[in-house]
């Protein structure tokens, strides 16, 4: 009897199952839970077998920062110096008109006052990633270097028209239709070796694992490569850009990941879409660091001060974190 009671109860359960979408299990301290039927795999009355020494390992929970109002989590604040009140990410968006360098107070901010407040934001509770403008030429401010928070798109038909000196107009853009997909576009300091790096880092010290993310080059090194600008020439054979990823553990050390954006004159090669990339191999980390490095050079003060010639600009989005 006491082995048929068990097996009545799992068949009457099991028809309990296919006649809804979920079930319930009443405990004594008089809490209820929920299951989904598509979740459950099957139901036992005995125990799993388990070897002690390779206990189950729990599925590893993560959060993913997205740039989207409804996954913004973190409290709101005021960037005193252009007088922004920062509730949501769409806040941290300039125009679409401002664009342009100097267009836009929110990322260029008081050129005037060298030691004013920068342009920041942190993914508070949720991946705990944070950026701030890096302190470069004696001020905070994009052209500098940075993270801005954008949703701007523009198609490669409307780019082809707008000339070397109208590229600029779409900095903060994406290729592509009008989207509302909002992501993060980076510009790195175009000085080749400089210690300046645009930075991820967690803002509570916490060393974490960061999966992966996408990334995607943007509409000024893409009109660049393919048409060439003020200063520099649409790309060959020869020519290369890629995105270095430095991850920084607890101890100080560092490993690097290389994700080349365009490697020769073929665009239909280069990462024009957005590309998913695994930095899993980095381990825990504190920040990730990323500078870009190309092929076209150019050299001022007889070859003493050295910078890369196309505009250094890439996007990131859907950063996971394993917490």
Request: charge should be negative.
């Given at each position: 009897m006491k082995r048929i009671l068990p097996l009545l109860i799992a068949s009457v359960v099991s028809v309990a199952l296919l006649a809804q979408n979920?079930?319930?299990?009443?405990?004594?301290?008089?809490?209820?839970?929920?299951?989904?039927?598509?979740?459950?795999?099957?139901?036992?009355?005995?125990?799993?077998?388990?070897?002690?020494?390779?206990?189950?390992?729990?599925?590893?929970?993560?959060?993913?920062?997205?740039?989207?109002?409804?996954?913004?989590?973190?409290?709101?604040?005021?960037?005193?110096?252009?007088?922004?009140?920062?509730?949501?990410?769409?806040?941290?968006?300039?125009?679409?008109?401002?664009?342009?360098?100097?267009?836009?107070?929110?990322?260029?901010?008081?050129?005037?006052?060298?030691?004013?407040?920068?342009?920041?934001?942190?993914?508070?509770?949720n991946t705990q990633l944070s950026h701030t403008f890096p302190y470069n030429y004696?001020?905070?401010?994009?052209?500098?270097?940075?993270?801005?928070?954008?949703?701007?798109?523009?198609?490669?038909?409307?780019?082809?028209?707008?000339g070397t000196a109208g590229m600029y107009?779409?900095?903060?853009?994406?290729?592509?239709?009008?989207?509302?997909?909002?992501?993060?576009?980076?510009y790195c300091d175009s000085k080749v070796g400089t210690d300046v790096k645009v930075e991820l880092a967690f803002e509570d010290g916490v060393a974490r694992q960061i999966n992966k993310m996408s990334v995607v080059m943007t509409a000024l090194p893409i009109y660049s490569l393919l048409y060439g600008s003020d200063f520099s020439e649409a790309y060959d054979d020869d020519?290369?850009?890629?995105?270095?990823?430095?991850?920084?553990?607890?101890?100080?050390?560092?490993?690097?990941?290389?994700?080349?954006?365009?490697?020769?004159?073929?665009?239909?090669?280069?990462?024009?879409?957005?590309t998913e990339v695994d930095l899993s191999s980095l381990g825990k980390v504190t920040k990730i660091a990323f500078h870009m490095d190309e092929a076209q050079q150019i050299s001022y003060d007889g070859g003493e001060t050295i910078y890369y010639k196309s505009p250094l600009y890439f996007a990131i989005d859907d950063v996971e974190v394993q917490l």
């Open positions: 979920s079930f319930y299990i009443y405990k004594l301290d008089g809490s209820v839970e929920q299951y989904l039927v598509d979740e459950v795999e099957r139901i036992s009355f005995e125990a799993p077998e388990v070897d002690p020494d390779q206990p189950i390992d729990p599925e590893p929970q993560v959060a993913v920062l997205t740039f989207e109002d409804d996954d913004a989590k973190f409290p709101a604040y005021t960037l005193d110096y252009c007088g922004v009140d920062v509730a949501t990410w769409s806040d941290l968006i300039p125009a679409e008109d401002e664009q342009y360098y100097g267009g836009s107070t929110l990322i260029y901010g008081d050129w005037s006052n060298p030691d004013g407040a920068p342009y920041t934001w942190t993914d508070q509770g004696d001020t905070y401010g994009f052209a500098g270097g940075g993270f801005v928070i954008s949703h701007h798109y523009v198609t490669l038909e409307e780019l082809e028209n707008v107009n779409y900095q903060l853009s994406a290729l592509g239709e009008k989207t509302d997909n909002t992501f993060a576009i980076a020519d290369y850009l890629k995105l270095v990823i430095t991850g920084y553990a607890e101890d100080g050390s560092t490993q690097e990941i290389e994700v080349m954006l365009a490697d020769g004159a073929d665009p239909s090669t280069w990462v024009v879409d957005w």
